[in-house]
């Protein structure tokens, strides 16, 4: 199993302001994925980021708002733009080797917009 | 594009009973099936999976059935713990959406 970490795990801000998430993997992986996780909700995905491409967004979910970098096999970044209270959420990094293996997710970023 | 149905939405159990959550996909051509735990302030990890030309799976006190025709899947915990409790998802990887889709998630309590 891959080991991932996100950074930050918590943050508040300010409505209005930009929030950038990192993801780390311990190994190299192909597909790496970012979720949305309202409160007391379900997973809903955002983007999938292959490295070397440019990230496919989900519908609902617009690169201006949301966007994703992916420099190599181990690390990728989610940005969260001109925050409002509605973007306080937890944003989770998943990670797999590929199409439909396991999929792995980080301990999440829990996010409050204030 | 696929659509994973999960029920119950929460689910009180005594401890040592067995808890069962069941899930229904509408996507014929999805072949695989994971469930993750989440716990409080955690990530979801995955406890167990199957794909889709097997119909059951064990593993220790967590099993997971699939049903091809019917298109639904369940997760059987036997001999719960309080360290069972804890949110839990399935999700459905269909053939052609390339992503995971989840369902709504079950909240489930182990009283001791």
């Known amino acids: 199993s891959a080991v991932i970490s996100q950074k930050p795990s918590r943050d508040i801000c300010q409505r209005g302001t930009s929030l950038t998430i990192q993801c780390q993997v311990d190994?190299?992986?192909?597909?790496m994925f970012w979720y949305r996780q309202q409160p007391g909700q379900s997973l809903t995905l955002i983007a999938t980021?292959?490295?070397?491409?440019?990230?496919?967004?989900e519908s609902g979910f617009v690169i201006d708002k949301f966007p994703i970098s992916r420099p190599n096999l181990t690390f990728s970044t989610l940005t969260v733009s001109n925050m409002s209270p509605e973007d306080s959420s937890i944003y989770l990094c998943?990670?797999?080797?590929?199409?439909?293996?396991?999929?792995?997710f980080g301990q999440g970023t829990r996010l409050t917009v204030v | 594009g696929e659509n994973v149905e999960q029920h119950p939405s929460t689910l009180s159990v005594q401890e040592g009973d067995s808890a069962v959550i069941k899930c229904t996909y509408s996507?014929?051509?999805?072949?695989?099936f994971p469930w993750y735990k989440q716990e409080l302030g955690k990530g979801p990890q995955l406890i167990i999976d199957?794909?889709?030309?097997?119909g059951e799976k064990k593993d220790q006190r967590i099993a997971v059935t699939l049903n091809k025709t019917a298109k639904h899947f369940s997760l059987h915990i036997t001999e719960t713990q309080p360290e069972d409790s804890a949110v839990y998802f399935c999700?459905?990887?269909?053939?052609?959406?390339?992503?995971?889709?989840f369902g709504a998630g079950t909240i489930l309590r182990v009283k001791s």
């Open positions: 998943s990670v797999e080797a590929g199409k439909n293996t396991e999929a792995f």
């Open positions: 190994s190299q992986v192909t597909m």
């Open positions: 980021a292959n490295q070397g491409s440019e990230a496919t967004y």
């Open positions: 996507d014929s051509a999805s072949n695989y």
């Open positions: 199957i794909r889709s030309n097997v």
């Open positions: 999700a459905a990887w269909g053939e052609y959406g390339n992503k995971l889709v």
